[in-house]
């Protein structure tokens, strides 16, 4: 019968085994802190929220300008460009004179801007708030008052309280518009595409992000 092994022959193994695993992480700690380090991912951009997904009931609009603080991915999207640098952008504020798409320019009490993609037919997304503050009663007169000759109802979220939300045909393009009272302040956002090249429903859908990035750009 072979002689038992003594203790110290019986630490060898566990010793050699001990020694291999330190220089395994050794040298995995040495790739680690190497040159070639992982690159880091590229931050992901949100999409711009949808308005089914937003309470703007709760939200309180300032009467102030807003228009440099609208997501230009907001934009991009509204009008369907591949970059928002395509986007011509226009904005006024309350005195100045403004034609709002009825030929003449008016003086305006209102802070708001415009975005097109230059197009020969143009995709354009637009926005303004009223400057003086509007009670609540005045705010249903407005929403009476609104003409809807050529346009739909729309039904769906709330863009305030009171809301108006319609779809028009306007000149061989469909026009999409929220207006509501947030707090005091009366918001409207429109995007107009032509139906050569969009439909209407998809006009309603671009027009409910636009229209929930332009009230968390206001408020």
Do not use: K
């Amino acid at each position: 019968m072979s002689p038992e092994p003594s203790s110290r022959q019986r630490r060898r193994p566990r010793a050699a085994a001990a020694a291999a695993v330190a220089a395994a992480v050794l040298l995995g700690l040495a790739a680690c802190s190497g040159d070639d380090e992982p690159e880091e991912a590229e931050p992901t951009v949100a999409p711009p929220p949808a308005l089914v997904d937003l309470d703007t009931t709760a939200l309180v609009v300032e009467r102030a300008p807003f228009c440099d603080d609208v997501d230009p991915a907001a934009v991009t999207a509204a009008l369907g460009t591949a970059d928002d640098g395509e986007a011509e952008a226009a904005t006024y504020s309350s005195g100045d004179a403004v034609d709002l798409g009825s030929g003449e320019e008016r003086l305006v009490h209102e802070l708001g801007c415009r975005w097109s993609d230059g197009a020969a037919e143009p995709t354009s997304a637009a926005a303004w708030v009223f400057v003086p503050p509007v009670p609540p009663a005045d705010a249903e007169q407005y929403v009476a008052a609104t003409p809807t000759d050529g346009c739909n109802a729309l039904e769906g979220p709330a863009f305030g309280a009171p809301t108006l939300a319609l779809a028009c045909a306007v000149d061989g393009a469909t026009e999409v518009s929220f207006r509501g009272l947030f707090g005091d302040a009366w918001l409207t956002c429109i995007l107009t595409a032509p139906t050569v090249t969009t439909s209407a429903e998809e006009v309603v859908e671009r027009a409910g992000s636009w229209c929930a990035a332009v009230a968390v750009a206001a408020s």
